[in-house]
């Protein structure tokens, strides 16, 4: 396993450092966005909304651990289907899994890359805001914060194969995980707090795994809630967990099914 993980990041890592110049400019450009998010809490200047007390009162710290959550969820959610789908149109995915490597290994390792460079980019974002930008971070519960970062992880992985599963059985990329990331912009609470929504729009937020991300995130980050604040957040987090387990079964059956039907080498 750990053989063919370093096999596939190290094939990965050298296709993205073929293109030097856009690898750099993909990191580089993690400042400016930060520094453009900055601007907008400058713009804001004393008049803070009200409804950002809870969370310190600072907008710029607020958007900025957001965003970060976003950062990890596009990249784990889509890689898996899209280094299902490049390997179908290449004609390379039914010889990968005729080697010694599990199928279900190939498909996780081929997103391995994409979730490393997610994760170091996540925290050069935080380092930018914190170290050079002002943004105001405690570090008390870092523990904690790691357990809400691998439980997320957990969810966004488990949503990944699912889309997996379905470009293997339908050899197409499904819709639903765009519209997941999507609503999740809207009513997780990542550029705003959840308290400003509408009434009937504020209650699909808790149906949605990021929105206890976000909240868990900035209670541990930026006021330090108590454990007793956060008890129902990460009780549903976990619950979320679950996707985790689903989707492995998820692709594993799409594997064999295609097996069995013969359509591995179809695109």
């Known amino acids: 396993m750990m053989m063919a993980t ?16 856009s690898f750099f400019f993909t990191n580089a ?20 909304p009200t409804s950002l007390a809870q969370y310190g009162g600072d907008y710029f710290s607020f958007v900025l651990v957001g965003v970060a ?26 010889a990968m899994l005729t080697t ?19 994760s170091v980019q996540l925290i050069l974002m ?11 971070f405690s570090f008390g519960h870092i523990l904690l914060v790691l357990v809400v970062v691998a439980m997320t992880m957990a969810v966004l992985v488990g949503i990944g194969l ?10 197409q990329n499904e819709p639903l995980t765009s519209a997941f990331l999507a609503a999740s912009l809207l009513v997780s609470g990542i550029m705003y707090p959840t308290s400003v929504l509408p009434g009937w729009l504020g209650r699909v937020a808790p149906l949605l795994p990021l929105t206890h991300s976000a909240e868990l995130s900035r209670m541990l980050m930026l006021h330090g809630a ?6 129902m957040h990460f009780a549903a987090l976990g619950a979320f967990c679950l996707l985790l387990p689903v989707g492995l079964f998820a692709l594993n059956y799409s594997i064999n099914w295609a097996r069995r039907t013969g359509s591995l080498s179809q695109y």
């Open 100 to 118: 010694r490597t599990s199928g279900v290994s190939v498909v996780m390792n081929s997103a391995v890359y994409p979730i490393i460079m997610a």
């Open 29 to 48: 450009s993690l400042f400016f966005s930060v520094l453009s998010l900055k601007f907008v809490s400058d713009l804001l200047g004393q008049s803070q």
């Open 162 to 171: 699912l889309s997996a599963a379905f470009a293997i059985a339908f050899k």
């Open 226 to 231: 108590t454990l007793g604040q956060l008890g």
């Open 69 to 94: 959550i976003t950062l990890l969820a596009y990249p784990v959610t889509k890689s898996f289907a899209g280094g299902v789908r490049a390997n179908q149109v290449t004609g390379t995915f039914e």
């Open 126 to 136: 935080l380092s930018i805001g914190g170290i050079l930008l002002g943004a105001s």
């Open 6 to 21: 370093r096999a596939f990041l190290t094939r990965d890592l050298r296709v993205a450092w073929s293109y030097r110049l």
